[in-house]
């Protein structure tokens, strides 16, 4: 996939990575023709592989995509709200949340990897509000956070980010890119060479604090990487697994406490 501009670092997390398809970059081409727009070249790129939709589908929480030949449709009844055109206000609505609690949508800004922005449907008086920089930074995020060598994990829901925690992890990992909006107000990734640290940070919208996702390749890199953040919050106690990886846990939890 080096031919790739935009997203060559998304497809190269999947274990079979897409190919281009003439046939999908036909139906993007006869889309644009019908809109009579011009889309934005990631987002051209993108729908121009093999079921593009359907990876992005794959890719998320069982998230609904929209189809390259449905972008930009109107909408009969927006949520009750009436006939609604996106198109007209510069957004391209790609994808709802499989529950309808949000949508997402490309702003149409001109630039060739436009921003994409949110919308929370359950909120009163909805608003878009920003989420990733650019559509790449999108697709990538929902790739990575769901495709990984990492072979054991553990969990923590409802548990504060607390400002130095923040600080702490963009200190001692490596910070991959941050993105706004469900599931999380702020979410937050991180790396090293044991495996990833996922923060769905939603504190300031009334969401019970943040979850934390903690995914390593062996059990004794599991071990590290949480020696690492146990102090963080009120992770030491909240954190949970599965058979083996609970086995790392009551070890940790018998050396360093729950503090």
Known sequence: MSQLKYHSAAVALLPKPPRFSESAAHAVRERERQLGIALP?????????????GLLGSYSNDDWPINASQ???PFENWFGQGER???SQNLLIFMHENQGVCNWAIKLTGDPDP???NEETSAPGAV??????????????QIWDRVGPETVGVDANGVELLPNDLEFLKSCFDQRPTTWGWPGRSNYRFENNDGRIIVYDGEDRGRGGADWHVYARTIP????????????????????GDRESEGVLKQLRGSLGNE
Do not use: N
């Open 85 to 87: 055109d996106f198109l």
């Open 71 to 73: 972008l930009g449709e």
């Open 115 to 117: 921003p994409v922005v």
């Open 221 to 240: 890199g599991l071990k590290r990487l949480l020696e690492k953040i146990w102090h963080c919050s009120q992770l030491a106690e909240s954190l949970y």
């Open 41 to 53: 070249d990631s987002v051209r790129e993108w729908y121009s592989l093999e079921d593009a939709a």
């Open 128 to 141: 878009w509000l920003p989420c990733a920089d650019a559509f790449s930074t999108f697709i990538w995020s």
